[in-house]
C-alpha cells in the first residue's frame, strides 16, 4: 500500500522533516530541533536536501517581497532576513532597496565584518541607492551573539544614514537586527 502525504500544516517537524529526507535519516540526525538543519550555510552532516529546501523558500520568501508592498507584510520581511542571515558566524549588513510604492527593487549586503563589528561606509550606502533609483531603504544586520538590542553605536548609525540619504531624498523606512530567530525593528521600538 502507497504511503500518502502529510498535510503540511498538520504534520510535526519530525513527520515533515522524515519525508524531505526520509524516516531513517530523520530519526538519526533530528534531535527536536530544526535550527541544525536550515541554520547553517555548510553543515557537516545536513542532508543537501535541507539546504537546498531552505535556498527554495529564501527564494520564494523574496519573491513574494517583490510582488507586494514591503509593508503590508512585515513579518515577511523578518522572515527573509532570518533566513538570509541563517548561519553567519560573522555581521553582514544589507539594504533593502524600494521604490515609491515601497516595492522590492533589490537586496544588496553592502559590508561584510567580522564576528563582533562591520565597518559601514553612508557614501557607499548613498551611491548604491542612487545607483539603483531607489525612493526608500530598510537596513539589516545580524548579530551572531545572538542579542538583538540594538548598540549605541548601530542607534547612531542609522541616524547618520537617515541624515546622508535624506540629502538625496531617499527615504529609510526601518533598520532590522536579526539574531537567530529573533528580530528586532528599528520602527516598531520609534528609533527611527
Known sequence: MAQTALSPRHASDAELLSQLIGTQE???LYSGSLQPFFGLDTAEGVPSQCLIARELVKR?????LERRTVFATPEAVK????LHFAGREYE???VMY???QNCLLAVEELFRG???QTSVYPREVVKSALRINAAGVMFSHNHPSGSTNPSRADEHLTQTLKAALALVDVRVLDHLIIAGNSALSFAEKGLI
Open 26 to 28: 530523520c530519526q538519526r
Open 60 to 64: 520564494w520568501l523574496a519573491e513574494e
Open 79 to 82: 522572515d527573509y532576513l532570518k
Open 92 to 94: 553582514s549588513f544589507v
Open 98 to 100: 524600494m521604490d515609491a
Open 114 to 116: 567580522t564576528l563582533t
